[in-house]
Nanobody
Framework: QVQLVESGGGLVQAGESLRLSCVASGNIFSINTMGWYRQAPGKQRELVATITRGGNTDYADSVKDRFTISRDNAKKTVYLQMNSLKSDDTAVYYC??????????????WGQGTQVTVTS
């Protein structure tokens, strides 16, 4: 069984920062691309950022130059550093990961989500 557990969400004021973490655990052989997505009330889930195993990153235009995604492969953890937060960043943030299990089954897994609320 594979689990992704996010942490680090909370309530902040506009202009402040938050750092999200997501740890993968279970029968994991390797982790390929990891990413962060978000879903605001009444909106579809959208991509925030992704990072490959080798460290190549990609960002949504709305978060470029404010958010930074990183990962620690040894800890099976992906991070999202969010700076200069805006009220538009308010959403539930989900991490996901493309994982090859110890039985060589490959699937994309999702965390349960962590709430980020930015007040203006």
């Amino acid at each position: 069984q594979v689990q992704l557990v996010e942490s680090g969400g909370g309530l902040v004021q506009a202009g402040e920062s938050l750092r999200l973490s997501c740890v993968a655990s279970g029968n994991i052989f390797s982790i390929n691309t990891m990413g962060w997505y978000r879903q605001a009330p009444g909106k579809q889930r959208e991509l925030v950022a992704t990072i490959t195993r080798g460290g190549n990153t990609d960002y949504a235009d709305s978060v470029k130059d404010r958010f930074t995604i990183s990962r620690d492969n040894a800890k099976k953890t992906v991070y999202l550093q969010m700076n200069s937060l805006k009220s538009d960043d308010t959403a539930v943030y989900y991490c996901n990961a493309d994982i090859l299990t110890s039985t060589r089954a490959r699937s994309v897994y999702w965390g349960q989500g962590t709430q980020v609320t930015v007040t203006s």
